[in-house]
């Protein structure tokens, strides 16, 4: 049983960044298309980028092209996002998933979720 556990969220500043990681235990995500998605609060969870193992496949919400970025750490076998220019709007609970089905971009295609790290960002 694949488990991914996030790391870095925590309290910034606008303008700021941070750097997120997602790392998986029990099994490997090697063949999974990794996900990053959020969930503000009294809002749906949205996509906001994935990524092959191969880190070949890469895709993003279009509204956070150009701040955020998502990459593979091969060294840690983990999945990072870094987001710069951190916004008040992008206050949320952050989650990885892996699916199996590479660009998936919706929530139901994907089979293994973290348990969210939270970030927030203040003005």
């Known amino acids: 049983q694949v488990q991914l556990v996030e790391s870095g969220g925590g309290l910034v500043q606008v303008g700021d960044s941070l750097r997120l990681s997602c790392a998986a235990s029990?099994?490997?995500?090697?063949?999974?298309?990794v996900g990053w998605f959020r969930q503000a609060p009294g809002k749906e969870r949205e996509f906001v980028a994935g990524i092959s193992w191969t880190g070949r496949q890469i895709s993003y919400a279009d509204s956070l092209k150009g701040r955020f970025t998502i990459s593979r750490d091969v060294t840690e076998s983990a999945v990072v996002l870094q987001m710069n220019s951190l916004k008040s709007e992008d206050t949320a609970v952050y989650y990885c998933?892996?699916?199996?089905?590479?660009?998936?971009?919706?929530?139901?295609?994907?089979?293994?979720w973290g348990q969210g790290t939270q970030v927030t960002v203040s003005s």
């Open positions: 029990g099994g490997t995500v090697s063949n999974y298309f």
């Open positions: 998933a892996a699916s199996a089905m590479d660009w998936a971009q919706a929530g139901n295609e994907y089979r293994y």
